[in-house]
């Protein structure tokens, strides 16, 4: 059990008490946790691109880092919406003489960004407080298509968004959409 942690350069006391093992290695994998915690907050803190995604709901340290390293330069995309093509948030086809079937999605590109991309939309729905229009917009969808498909749809946006952003030097503006909730 020693050596596994050791390999992700987590080193254990050398002598436990007989019995306090387990919480001995809950303690240090916690205390790494935070620490690991501490860089990825001061890295994205430290970075004015990532501090611009930020102001975006749903978006945080983990995934502006994420999105920015995986992007790398915005101006590789001639238009925002091919980003969120690129990491396959968009609907596969199948199609095949007179069968046009729009399927689930198509899962192309980094599947970390991807999946990224996915909490920080769930994030967006579930979690944050404050209305917005993409909050709106996708709780409107929930209602119709279900939750899945909306935290797909609103990662989607989220893509776009953040590379507009990015691109333009502007942050986000929460503007609430009357009528919808």
């Not at 970390?112 to 709106?136: E, H, P």
Request: some cysteine; overall charge positive.
């Amino acid at each position: 059990m020693r050596g596994l942690p050791k390999i992700f350069g987590i080193r254990l006391p050398k002598t436990v008490k007989h019995g306090s093992f387990d919480g001995v290695v809950r303690l240090v994998f916690y205390q790494h946790f935070l620490e690991l915690d501490r860089r990825v907050k001061r890295a994205a803190s430290q970075d004015e691109v990532c501090m611009r995604l930020m102001t975006a709901p749903g978006v945080g340290p983990i995934a502006a880092l994420t999105f920015k390293a995986a992007v790398d330069d915005p101006a590789r995309f001639k238009r925002s919406r091919n980003v969120a093509a690129h990491f396959g948030l968009t609907p596969r086809r199948y199609q095949s003489g007179e069968h046009d079937n729009p399927s689930r999605i198509s899962k192309a590109g980094d599947r970390d960004v991807r999946s990224t991309l996915y909490a920080a939309a769930n994030a967006l729905l579930m979690r944050t407080m404050t209305g917005s229009q993409i909050k709106s917009w996708g709780m409107h969808l929930m209602r119709i298509k279900g939750r899945r498909r909306a935290v797909v749809a609103v990662a989607r946006k989220l893509a776009v968004l953040l590379h507009r952003m990015w691109t333009d030097g502007t942050e986000f503006r929460p503007e609430k959409v009357e009528g919808r909730a």
